[in-house]
């Protein structure tokens, strides 16, 4: 095959090609072509949406490793304490094998995070797939999606002992042929420990560590060549495998190594591409070159071609440039680990990357031209078509003349959708390293983290989408999602501290999806810059579609904040024994459009969701953290997907199943439904002592918040005044149903 | 008494419980599974987590450990051995503890609190509770379903080696409350000498209130041989 | 009868706990031992039904349900009178 | 040279692994399947060494390593040629 052929057979583009021959000067060969349609592929260049990430605002006070310069950001945490945190999706492996799919998404993300110089200490999960209800192939399938996910993520992450304190998990159809699997870590390190992927100082040693490079990986879109199709698919595995047990002993033999003054140089992970995309981007960042040998890659299988050896994606391995003159200390630390530990080759001036095999040069290629001179294209975008049609909303169509208040929330407390997630994350090991001091369940995951010089920092983090949201208004819903992320952080009392995205969508090349990413990065832009968020680094996983269609737009956001000195953290749910139940906020409920009452009791997605009015929100969120200073306060809880109604019931899920009698608020304009189970964001729910209230009246009004107070909490039942309705649940019946749901769908 | 917390490959409560340790006034050791020593005036603990992976059997390939020689030694004088989680699988794959550890009933993965009833204060690892007291630990194994012969079990429970059983709330011992499977509810037992104890919950994650109660403290003091010795 | 199933992985499929054990069987001294894969054996009673059928239906839950294509081999063997 | 051992569970101890592959295996439609039981198969690849002391050393390490007696069987299949 000629080279053009065989670069257009890799999914390069004739434009790219030529540009390659320019960058080159010459023909390239099959291995270089190898890695050019790897390190210019969307996942490694972001050649689609580079222009759009520009438009997130990056920098802040605390950021101290910004977006897109290094394996993930960093920001400072006061201290002298630092915080390394990313998301990362592995949707398409998860959708072939579920287990190890979403295993070697957490080893990835993991890689990513303690290349930065940080011990990772937590992980969160945001998974999407469709209905484990479903009648037939699909809900089968979908059942077995979700519980191989689910124990991937427990395999890895319990097995290397990083707890995982948080995540979501959302069912809807649109995700059926394409589930989502995004995995976040967060790390932490002093400022003085942050590690750079660069390759500096000629003829520095770069090694090769960890577990030995195999034919992992190869199958994937970038496979493709006359000569290795010929032999036999089975040895060709696309499916990576994990091994958690090594991934913890690099770690550990990493920060070991980190933890040797002035040894090392420079760190990357190896995650896609392998060995091509660590080569080229430590010897860019460096601006440096690179000499590699590939006999000395410890491999796994044997007959491995240099084409296979530089773009395997094996999992558990690291490039490490050290000193010159360190090296034995390396290798110490590594034997005593158990693991390889290769001398591969060495930095240049050349800023070129040149690969050989026994000695002969197999590739040879600038390493800016492969990191960093990718094509950026500017996709079209398209209003879709059907748009306007799916935001119109009439209710009186949908709803009832009577309300039915009673069944409907019978029906979403009995909807796996919305069950509680407690069989998700008991599998998960949630308090390993004894920090988790707030674990999952509630609105915010909370983590205590050793100070450098002894006490502690209480960080809290979230990890949030709403897909359904950004369906119906791509730059709202982004909008709302990330005031929802800040808000339940608010509710742990802690300030936003820096922002992680993964943009979740389907083919870029149609116009219309490339329009719903474009409002969706606009409308998180916004919110970020309203809230002082920087976003510090995230991922985009595109081409999420199946023959059914592309999945509902969907980002996701994780957010990293820092508790208030002064804070107690209090519960989601009510305590034992009398209180005074509050709503802070709004007292509109921003009505039903987009809302999970009318897919899950109605059965549509109709409407637009309710606008984020980023500047109240933040009122409330300084707010909310100067009340939790306060004394009295028993529980907190934001109103989000399922609206007041379902807030209030989620707070009754309590180990005392304790209820609550409200009246609540009926705008002028609004059916019940709307004010009972409309999602508009600027609302938070309180229990507080009644001695409290006065105190909180007063700060709220200094604040410029509302702050109502609309009943009391305690007893066995639900009740629920609101224009003239007057409706009660037993408490235990919701409960029961709430806590059933999800294993029941699953059992199903 | 000073404790020798072991590290092996894929250990990963080890330093969760020097915290613990730490928190409880003690200056524990760390010890490496290539190294062949255990002081005879050290206590050791083996602590929770996936060594060599947990690959083919929980606790397995750890057992062959050049530390776990010493370890043997060491109980063999009646020094005291904790084994808590991992290290509870592995003193039974090592025969230090009678039985095996094996596929939670479930066969998930659980990592939740669990109620322990206390069944025998009358040992150094019980000395601060009092028979039937229920205790709050939390729990984080998928392989924690103890098994052994209908003769073992008959023996554990004659001679009182059974410590702790999974109970609810109200310290009943019931089928309901038992997270794994395990026979005659087992969460904890002790060898007849009464110098080695295995158990699948983690004291060393009940030793704060931050971290959701305390009372995993007294284990850890009984085995230093601190407070109420008997 | 009895079938035995029994589930391996595909050559080139890593299995880390094949390693894990490979490096614990030389670290016994066992030197001469290369390599160690570890793959699943599934016994199956079986009672009544015609074989020709059962050979076919136990064919495609090997394959479905017993082992994941994308990474492992099956075989089937099946025991009369066993 | 290659072993191979299988590695069974003793018939008193329960294999709840296999009584879910039983009820999806009955639930796929074979209703003949009475009793489904998981057990490990380990194939060694052996270069060198004596054979009978290499038996011996197999033996063991199947009994020590490979399976625990306390609730395994195991059983060693010594494969020359293979
Ligand atoms: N959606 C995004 N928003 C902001 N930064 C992003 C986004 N996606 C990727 N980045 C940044 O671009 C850089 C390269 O990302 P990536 O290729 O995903 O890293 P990796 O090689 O670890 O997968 C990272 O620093 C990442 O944080
Ligand atoms: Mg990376």
Known sequence: ?748 | MRFAVVQFPGSNCDQDCVHALRVLGQEPRIVWHQETTIHSDEGVILPGGFSYGDYLRCGAIARFSPIMQAVKAAADRGQVVVGICNGFQILCEAGLLPGALTRNEGLHFRCETSYLRVENPASRFTSHYLTGQTLRLPIAHGEGCYRAEPDVLQALEANQQILFRYCDAEGRVTRQANPNGSSLNIAGIRNLRGNVLGMMPHPERACEAEMGGTDGRGILLGAAGIGRPI | MKAIVTVTLKPSILDPQGEAVLHAVQGMGLKEVKSVRIGKHIELEIQGGDETTLKKKLEQISGELLSNPVMENFHLDLRTGG
């Open chain 1, 1 to 748: 095959m000629k080279p053009k052929e065989f670069a257009l057979s890799l999914g390069l583009t004739e434009e790219e090609y030529g540009r390659i021959e320019k960058g080159l000067g010459r023909e390239p060969n099959e291995n270089e072509l190898g890695m050019f349609s790897v390190m210019w592929s969307e996942h490694c260049s972001y050649k689609n949406t580079r222009r759009e990430l520009k438009k997130f605002p990056t920098t802040g006070p605390a950021v101290l490793v910004k977006a897109g310069e290094e394996n993930a950001g960093v920001v400072d945490a006061g201290d002298g304490l630092a915080l390394a945190f990313k998301i990362e999706s592995h949707n398409h492996p998860s959708a072939v094998e579920p287990f190890q799919g979403a295993a070697t998404g957490v080893g990835g993300i993991l890689r990513d995070i303690f290349t930065m110089g940080a011990r990772p200490v937590a992980f969160m999960d945001a998974l999407r797939f469709g209905r484990p209800e479903a009648k037939g192939e699909a809900g089968k399938r979908t059942r077995s999606l979700i519980k191989g996910v689910v124990e991937g993520i427990s395999h890895y992450g319990n097995c290397v002992g990083v707890p995982t304190v948080g995540g979501e998990l959302v069912l809807d159809p649109a995700y059926e042929g394409n589930p989502l699997v995004n995995v976040f870590c967060l790390g932490t390190l002093r400022h003085d420990q942050i590690r750079r992927g660069a390759a500096k100082g000629v003829g520095n040693p770069v090694f090769y560590v960890g577990a030995k490079t195999g034919r992992d990986g190869l199958a994937g879109a970038a496979f493709a060549s006359r000569d290795l199709t010929e032999e036999s698919k089975a040895d060709r595995p696309a499916v990576q495998v994990g091994d958690p047990f090594v991934g913890k002993l690099l770690f550990e033999a990493c920060l070991e190594l980190y933890a040797r003054p002035d040894l090392v140089v420079g760190v990357q992970d190896m995650g896609a591409a392998g060995l091509t995309c660590s080569t080229c981007e430590t010897a860019s960042r460096g601006g440096s070159g690179i000499e590699i040998e590939l006999d000395r890659v410890p491999q796994r299988e044997t007959g491995m071609t240099p084409y296979e050896t530089l773009l395997s994606e094996s999992q558990e391995r690291m490039l490490i440039i050290v000193h010159k003159g360190r090296e034995k200390e390396l290798k110490e630390i590594f034997s005593r680990w158990g693991l390889d530990a290769a001398e591969i080759g060495y930095v240049t001036d050349t800023g070129r990357v040149v690969v050989k095999q026994s000695g002969k040069v197999v590739a040879d290629v600038p390493a800016r031209l492969l990191a960093d001179d990718a094509p950026v294209y500017e996709r079209e975008a398209k209003v879709p078509a059907k748009l306007a049609e799916r935001q119109k909303l009439d209710l009186r169509k949908i709803l009832p003349a009577q309300p039915r208040l009673k069944e409907d929330l019978l029906k979403i407390a009995n909807s796996p959708a919305t069950g509680s997630r407690r069989w998700i994350w008991n599998q998960y090991d949630h308090m390993v390293g004894l920090r988790t001091v707030v674990r999952p369940g509630g609105d915010a995951a909370v983590l205590r983290i050793e100070k450098p010089g002894g006490g502690w920092v209480h960080v809290a983090m979230t990890l949030d989408g709403n897909g359904r949201w950004c369906a119906q208004d791509p730059r709202e819903g982004s909008k709302a999602l990330v005031a929802e992320a800040c808000r339940n952080l608010a509710c742990a009392g802690a300030v936003p501290l820096g922002l992680t995205d993964n943009l979740n969508y389907g083919n870029p090349h149609d116009p219309e999806i490339f329009w719903q990413l474009r409002e969706g990065v606009e409308g998180m832009a916004e919110a970020c810059r309203a809230f002082d968020l920087p976003v510090t680094g995230g991922n985009v996983s595109l081409y999420n579609q199946s023959p059914a269609g592309p999945i509902h737009p969907t980002p996701v956001v994780g957010v990293v904040g820092k508790v208030e000195e002064g804070v107690k953290l209090v519960p989601g749910v009510f305590g034992s024994g009398l209180g005074v139940a509050l709503l802070l906020g709004k007292s509109e409920s921003g009505g039903l459009g987009a809302s999970l009452y009318l897919q899950e009791v109605h059965g549509q997605i109709a409407g637009k969701p309710a606008p984020a009015d980023l500047e109240s929100e933040k009122r409330l969120h300084r707010l909310m953290r100067s009340v939790l200073k306060e004394s009295g306060i028993r529980a907190v809880h934001d109103v989000g997907e399922g609206g007041i109604l379902w807030a209030l019931a989620e707070m009754t899920f309590g180990p005392e199943s304790a209820g609550a009698e409200v009246d609540l608020p009926l705008g002028s304009k609004e059916r019940v439904e709307e004010a009972l189970f409309g999602e508009g964001g600027g609302r938070i729910l309180l229990e507080v002592d009644e001695a409290a209230v006065t105190a909180i009246e007063h700060l709220a009004k200094e604040a410029g918040v509302g702050c109502r107070t609309i009943g009391r909490t305690g007893g066995n039942v639900l009740r629920v005044k609101c224009g003239g309705e007057d409706v009660s649940w037993e408490v235990r019946e919701l409960r029961g149903m709430f806590e059933e749901s999800l294993p029941r769908a699953l059992e199903s």
